[in-house]
């Protein structure tokens, strides 16, 4: 979008005293308590005379919509969503207040700064600045614009994307949504590479249960549940699915590979984007060895819970472990189990299911809105490779995907891996200039999809 630098400055500072005041209202989730946050919203949407909507799901938990109207729309709306809701915080391993929200060092401080407040404010000044755009009638809507604002994301998202979606399906209903769910990388200190999440994978909770004889742990026995889980969870841990190259993970690893640093690892990318099934078996062997792209390569299987005994000299009937399953597009639940099964080969251990994650189908590559998010990248900064992205991370997007609404996933934020990885951590933080980037993206992929000049 064409603005003077100055004006763009003045955004940017919007953005931080937005964020800042948004951070400072304390939405750890439990309990939520979103609702504060939402008035706020509220109160400066409908300051500048945009139409809202203010929901309360249950208690203390909010959602709001707001909608900047066209004239005459051409097409269905484009949506933009963020949550409200933040992770806790163990307040002694910080070094700035979580919930401060200041300006330090050119870094805003504070829960959610990245996840997802940050996006939140970015969201919201470019509405307001498309508004601002419409009243100096050198511009007009071609489709609404839709801003959303959840709770409960971070606790699976029932009383979020998913309540909109069943209690007012005509608020929701667009041709394209934007949420967080990708990445923009800076190697080197330049951005590298956007992923763009066009797919994820799903959530599934898995229960190892061993059974066995009990009695005084004074007299060792044969069969022990406790020492049957452990000899189950190691092989389970040590088991690796089989690969599996969806077009996503394809087209996301071949873009990569032209501007990946490391050769040999650029190398694979390019082996494993090929059609030669031996380069690509190559490829997928260098590319395992690395935890985040093995991760995009198959379903993963973490252990992550031993809950067995009461008593140091107790031996227990029975030992459990639970296992976050995370299942390909496309992949059976079912069928993961049952190989875990035959692989356990033990009768007195069994893995079953506990919780089933729930499909939702990619949202194209192809599309009017991809295109539009690569192209506001490339105004900002031509070099950054824009790639479609299978997020290993779940995503309120899974909802609007399998409602039929393509939905594409990034943290509009230029970020180092030492701030990625702060969020949901300590110290969470984002660079101001990051937030202006935000902006002029998520803006830029406004006024491609709705706006044009009269």
Request: net charge negative.
């Amino acid at each position: 979008m064409l603005l003077p630098q100055s004006e763009w400055n003045g955004l940017r500072d919007e953005v931080v005293a937005h964020l800042s005041r948004l951070i400072r209202i304390d939405t750890t989730n439990p309990p939520g308590n979103e609702m504060v946050l939402a008035r706020y919203l509220d109160e400066k949407l409908r300051a500048a005379g945009i139409e809202t909507h203010l929901y309360e799901p249950v208690p203390g938990r909010a959602a709001i919509v707001a909608r900047l109207r066209a004239q005459s729309p051409e097409a269905l709306p484009v949506l933009l969503l963020a949550h409200m809701d933040v992770v806790g915080v163990e307040r002694d391993a910080w070094t700035r207040d979580p919930f401060g929200g200041e300006v330090i060092d050119g870094y805003v401080y504070g829960r959610g700064a990245i996840d997802d407040k940050g996006m939140l404010a970015v969201n919201l000044v470019a509405l307001l600045l498309a508004s601002r755009l419409l009243a100096s009638g050198r511009y007009e809507l071609t489709r609404d614009v839709v801003l959303v604002a959840t709770s409960d994301e971070e606790a699976g998202g029932t009383i979020g994307t998913e309540w909109l979606i069943e209690q007012h399906p005509e608020l929701m209903r667009a041709e394209f949504a934007l949420n967080e769910g990708g990445r923009i990388r800076v190697v080197d200190g330049k951005p590298l590479y956007a992923a763009i999440q066009c797919a994820e994978k799903m959530s599934n909770v898995v229960m190892v249960t061993a059974i066995g004889p009990g009695g005084h742990a004074s007299v060792p026995l044969p069969g022990n549940p406790v020492a049957r889980l452990a000899r189950a969870v190691a092989l389970i841990a040590e088991h690796r699915e089989p690969v599996i190259l969806l077009p996503t993970t394809r087209e996301f690893f071949a873009g990569l590979a032209t501007v990946w640093p490391q050769a040999s690892e650029g190398a694979a990318m390019a082996d494993l984007a090929s059609d030669d099934a031996s380069r690509r078996e190559r490829g997928a062997k260098v590319l395992s060895a690395i935890p985040l792209f093995d991760a995009v390569l198959r379903t993963g299987i973490s252990p992550t819970i031993l809950d067995a005994g009461l008593r140091h000299n107790v031996i227990p009937t029975e030992a459990r472990a639970t296992l976050s399953v995370r299942t390909l597009p496309g992949e059976s639940i079912d069928d993961v189990v049952r190989r875990l099964n035959q692989l356990v080969n033990d009768p007195a251990v069994h893995v079953e299911i506990a919780h089933r994650g729930h499909d939702a189908p990619p949202s194209p590559s192809n599309s009017a809105a991809f295109g539009a998010l690569r192209d506001s990248l490339h105004e900002i900064d031509p070099l950054i490779a824009a790639v479609p992205y299978l997020s290993t991370g779940a995503t309120e997007s899974a909802f609007l995907r399998r409602w039929g609404v393509p939905t594409y996933g990034i943290l509009p934020f230029p970020l180092t891996m030492d701030d990625e990885t702060r969020m949901h951590g300590h110290d969470e933080r984002v660079p101001v200039e990051a937030l202006a980037f935000g902006l002029r993206l998520v803006s830029g992929f406004v006024a491609r999809l709705a706006v044009r000049e009269r």
